[in-house]
């Protein structure tokens, strides 16, 4: 039998404490937590399950903020993008896997040696790109100071801050035109209609500035299209994330002599998510 405050004991407690407060996967989350709080990985708290938790108290209280809908990435302070770690807080949205599509699709631009990412939040783009091409300089804007903070903080962790620069704009305003290879950007664009219906996590907790523009969930993204051209070189790419309803009013927006849409990748959902437009 297992011990009060063993290993097994206290993710088993933890695990009905979070699934009577409806937390998806709940046996997971309780695990994640405790590896944060003890500093040992999920193979150790398997392979020791007898072992006493020495931090028990600790781990009850952020299994408590858990439980009342705080994300897991806020508590622990960090989240998994591209395979390296960032550092989040409530100041930046959560990366999200949906988002590395537009990472992958940024890297098939060969020729992209200046970067702008618009909004720019923990940095995961922006520094993802210039970690994967090492020829790159990159521009990252965002509207939040505080979310710049955490942008060159994962810049400088991950050793890139010396190819970025930082300013704060709301999109291109504080910017001098330039001819950007690339441009990319995950704007905000969850219309205000439906915030309501959002998760708990993402609806009480995750930045309202990154996560809606407003009534009208294309108004980044109309700016977006049309402030873009003059910033980019010919030929250069606009490559942005979209929410699930919107490629078709998305599609309204573009002008068929300035832009050529090459592409609206789906997400593993099918949902048409990331759009690839060139300069003409």
């Not at 950007?185 to 996590?201: D, F, I, M, T």
């Given at each position: 039998?297992?011990?009060?405050?063993?290993?097994?004991?206290?993710?088993?407690?933890?695990?009905?404490?979070?699934?009577?407060?409806?937390?998806?996967?709940?046996?997971?989350?309780?695990?994640?937590?405790?590896?944060?709080?003890?500093?040992?990985?999920?193979?150790?708290?398997?392979?020791?399950?007898?072992?006493?938790?020495?931090?028990?108290?600790?781990?009850?209280?952020?299994?408590?903020?858990?439980?009342?809908?705080?994300?897991?990435?806020?508590?622990?302070?960090?989240?998994?993008?591209?395979g390296r770690e960032f550092?989040?807080?409530?100041?930046v949205l959560i990366p999200r896997p949906e988002t590395e599509l537009l990472v992958e699709a940024a890297l098939e631009v060969k020729t992209a040696s200046l970067i702008c990412d618009v909004g720019t939040g923990s940095g995961c783009i922006a520094v993802t790109l210039l970690c994967e091409l090492h020829h790159a300089r990159a521009v990252a804007v965002d509207k939040s100071t505080a979310a710049l903070e955490i942008a060159k903080f994962n810049a400088q962790k991950l050793a890139v801050i010396d190819r970025?620069?930082?300013?704060?704009?709301?999109?291109?305003?504080?910017?001098?035109?330039?001819?950007?290879?690339?441009?990319?950007?995950?704007?905000?664009?969850?219309?205000?209609?439906?915030?309501?219906?959002?998760?708990?996590?993402?609806?009480?907790?995750?930045?309202?500035?990154a996560l809606s523009p407003g009534p009208d969930g294309l108004s980044i993204i109309r700016r977006l299209i049309h402030e873009s051209p003059k910033f980019l070189k010919q030929n250069g790419y606009l490559i942005m994330e979209i929410g699930f309803d919107q490629s078709e009013g998305?599609?309204?927006?573009?002008?068929?002599?300035?832009?050529?849409?090459?592409?609206?990748?789906?997400?593993?959902?099918?949902?048409?998510?990331?759009?690839?437009?060139?300069?003409r």
């Open positions: 039998m297992s011990k009060i405050n063993s290993i097994a004991e206290v993710l088993r407690e933890a695990s009905r404490t979070l699934e009577n407060a409806g937390v998806p996967e709940a046996r997971r989350e309780a695990g994640s937590l405790l590896s944060f709080v003890t500093g040992k990985d999920r193979t150790f708290l398997i392979s020791h399950s007898d072992d006493e938790v020495s931090d028990v108290d600790q781990f009850r209280e952020l299994v408590e903020r858990r439980a009342a809908g705080e994300p897991l990435q806020y508590i622990t302070g960090t989240q998994d993008f591209f550092r989040v807080t409530p100041d970025a620069e930082f300013l704060v704009s709301d999109c291109f305003d504080s910017l001098d035109p330039l001819e950007f290879d690339l441009i990319v950007s995950n704007p905000p664009y969850v219309s205000a209609s439906v915030l309501e219906g959002l998760q708990r996590e993402v609806r009480d907790h995750e930045p309202l500035i998305m599609r309204s927006l573009i002008g068929t002599n300035v832009w050529e849409l090459l592409e609206i990748r789906l997400d593993l959902q099918g949902i048409p998510r990331i759009v690839v437009l060139r300069k």
